[in-house]
């Protein structure tokens, strides 16, 4: 098992940070001062790590190709995978693990689906959990923004990505939980976390979920 160093870029950092970039190149950024040796120490260290996560991104363009909306194409939705099939359906409905398109479909009629989908269960999420935490905010929407699943302004106005439609609930509510947090907390200090922590006891998972597929974001 072996690790190829892509690239090591120095700066101001405090500290070293292993990235696996959307290439799965192994890219290092380090203080200024840091040792060669002190880098290839830390890579052999996190040697399995490195492979594991190069693994993943190496084979996701094969799980993961871009959205065509013919028959025999697949589509995720709420984490699960549907394939596609034309037919003569007047909207889009599911058959187990198919999703019914209407044959004139294109693909911006199956955005804008998508997109009705997804504001209807963020509203759904979002007002289960203002319930829970006892929060309120301005007002929410949808963004197409392809690099954040959400964010929150200064104001309280809540933004998250439509593309969260392909995520399973439990990802979408950590992403909920996560900017209805930042209502109060506006850093990701430790009482923040305390706060997510509360509500969403294994976030964590939810996390690991969305760095290990954050390129969903850019299939459709």
Avoid at 1 to 8: A, F, R
Avoid at 125 to 144: A, H, P, Q
Avoid at 152 to 168: T, V
């Amino acid at each position: 098992m072996s690790v190829t160093l892509y690239k090591i870029i120095r700066s101001n950092r405090k500290s070293i940070a292993l990235i696996i970039d959307n290439s799965a190149n192994l890219v290092v950024r380090a203080p200024n001062k840091t040792k060669d040796d002190d880098i290839k120490n830390l890579v052999e260290k996190k040697k399995r790590w490195i492979v594991d996560k190069q693994h993943k991104i190496s084979t996701f363009d094969e799980k993961h190709s871009p959205v065509l909306v013919k028959t025999g194409e697949s589509i995720i939705y709420l984490g699960n995978t549907y394939t596609i099939i034309k037919d003569n359906v007047s909207d889009i409905q599911f058959s187990n693990t198919h999703i019914l398109v209407p044959n004139g479909y294109c693909k911006s009629e199956l955005i804008k689906w998508l997109k009705s989908e997804a504001k209807k269960i963020l509203a759904e999420r979002i007002e289960k959990y203002v319930s829970l935490m006892g929060t309120k905010y301005s007002m929410f929407k949808l963004s197409d923004a392809k690099a954040r699943w959400g964010s929150c302004s200064a104001k309280g106005n809540l933004n998250f990505a439509w593309r969260l439609i392909m995520c399973p609930i439990t990802v979408i509510d950590y992403v909920v939980v996560h900017e209805l947090s930042h209502i109060t907390y506006k850093s990701h200090n430790s009482s923040f976390w305390a706060r997510v922590k509360t509500v969403l006891p294994n976030y964590i998972e939810q996390q690991e979920w969305l760095k290990a597929n954050q390129r969903l974001m850019e299939i459709i």
